[in-house]
């Protein structure tokens, strides 16, 4: 199997070394940039399969990279996962925002970095099914279309762009519409079992969504005590 490649895009030395000695470990190839502008010259030269970008960063900061890699055609799929210092709430909303995969705070564990990576990389790998799995894995409800094996979400025949975290938590309720999911069973089916992460931070994924689905977003519905659900009518 061909490894991946993951680009590594931080200043500060000592971190882009732990980061790149365990990617390394742990069987990736590793590319590293030191800025804004270095980062997006590499993902052009030579076309990582993640990138995972500080925000703080000097000349062009990660915002603006993941900002440029999300209004560019050719890497407007490409997989980023935000790592940075900040950790409020209003700051993974806005790396969320910008397309961010993901969003780890430092201090981190190599080991859950290095898993929450592969667990990006899994969902961005093409569906190889065939023609009647990819109708089986179609999802329709209300007015949204959801394409498991293309990775598209449409409400009322418009495109919508999601992350990978909140396509996932999509896919989950629009399956099983009426069905009350706990957080950790939302943190569980979407992650996986090894995924640490609070629950604070599934009520920020489903704010982000509910707010790229308009009006359609109303049919996330919370039950008190539980979590949340897709309204089945």
Known sequence: MTKKTVLVVEDEEDIQQLVSYNLIKAGFNVECA???????????AAG?????????LPGIDG??????????????????????AKGEDEDMVAGLDLGADDYVTKPFSP????????????????DQSSDRREEENMVKLHDLQIDSGRHQVSVAGSP??????????LELLAKRPGWAFSRQQIID????????VTPRAI?????????KLGETGKKV????????????S
């Open 189 to 196: 089916a979407v992650r996986g079992y090894e995924y640490i």
């Open 203 to 211: 009520d920020v994924q489903i704010f982000s969504l509910r707010k």
């Open 160 to 169: 919508v762009e999601l992350t990978l975290t909140e396509f996932g938590i």
């Open 34 to 44: 030191d800025s804004g502008e270095e980062a997006l010259a590499k993902i052009k």
């Open 63 to 84: 915002s603006e990279v993941c900002r440029q890699l999300r209004s560019s055609e050719e890497h407007r799929e490409l997989p980023v996962i935000m790592l940075t």
């Open 111 to 126: 080991a859950i970095l290095i898993s929450r990576i592969k667990a990006v990389l899994r969902r961005k790998t093409p």
């Open 48 to 56: 990582p399969d993640l990138v995972l970008l500080d925000l703080m």
């Open 221 to 232: 519905e919370t039950v008190r005590g539980i979590g949340y659900r897709m309204a089945d």
